[in-house]
């Protein structure tokens, strides 16, 4: 069946650094994928989308790079903070019906390091 | 704005019990969700809304049941409680179809036992 993985269930950096969030996705009909964050006890947070149109989309300290080729897509946080310790999701879209459906990965644990 | 509210944060059912887990949100968005998340895991879709009156079936739509009178409530019901029901739900809205995120509640932690 389809899938949306996550290479690493876990990743730590120290404060400063850059961070790298890998994605690998099987459904080759997907055209929007979704980066979301969530810290303990809350609901998931929107952080950046991109359209399968796109390779590349840049928004405040974060970086969504999309590769069709090889179905991954990354996320890259610069300058990494304490307060971007979480776990991050990324999430592919596809059409069911007539509502958009997502489908999550399970998630990368971010911790930084101070 | 409130956004997405979730109630109540935590429940415990006993086997066979049943409940409603509400979901309200003020952004007049037309569509709605219902996922579960398990431990280490990402989420699944239960049910979603498109809109007032319209509802149908997600992944994992087996034991739950839904209903969209208005535009602003999306309530989960639970007829009969399983242990495998265990888990965070999560509620979320979006403006339309193609090109709006997802804004998801706080959730509710539901424990059967």
């Known amino acids: 069946g389809e899938s949306v993985g996550l290479h690493l269930p876990t990743l730590s950096v120290q404060e400063g650094d850059n961070s790298i969030i890998n994605c690998a996705y099987s459904?080759?009909?997907?055209?929007?994928f979704i980066w979301y964050k969530q810290e303990s006890g809350k609901g998931p947070q929107f952080i950046i989308d991109?359209?399968?149109?796109?390779d590349k989309r840049q928004g405040q300290r974060v970086t969504v790079l999309l590769n069709k080729t090889v179905k991954h897509l990354s996320l890259q946080i610069a300058a990494t903070q304490p307060g971007d310790s979480a776990v991050y999701f990324c999430?592919?879209?596809?059409?069911?019906?007539?509502?958009?459906?997502?489908?999550f990965g399970s998630g990368t644990q971010l911790t930084v390091l101070p | 704005n409130a956004g997405v509210t979730q109630t109540p944060k935590f429940r415990i059912l006993k086997i066979g019990q049943s409940m409603t887990l509400q979901c309200t949100q003020d952004m007049n968005h037309n569509y709605m969700y219902w996922y579960r998340q398990d431990p280490g895991m990402g989420l699944k879709l239960i049910y979603y809304?498109?809109?007032?009156?319209?509802?149908d079936k997600g992944e994992v739509p087996n034991g739950y049941n839904v209903s969209r009178s208005t535009t602003e409530d999306f309530p989960l019901r639970l007829e009969l409680a399983a242990p495998s029901q265990t888990s965070v739900y999560f509620c979320?809205?979006?403006?339309?179809?193609?090109?709006?995120?997802?804004?998801f509640g706080n959730g509710t932690r539901l424990t059967v036992t």
């Open positions: 809304s498109v809109g007032a009156g319209i509802t």
């Open positions: 991109i359209r399968s149109n796109m």
């Open positions: 459904n080759s009909a997907s055209d929007y």
């Open positions: 979320a809205s979006s403006y339309d179809r193609d090109n709006s995120p997802l804004h």
């Open positions: 999430a592919e879209t596809h059409y069911s019906g007539s509502a958009r459906q997502l489908t």
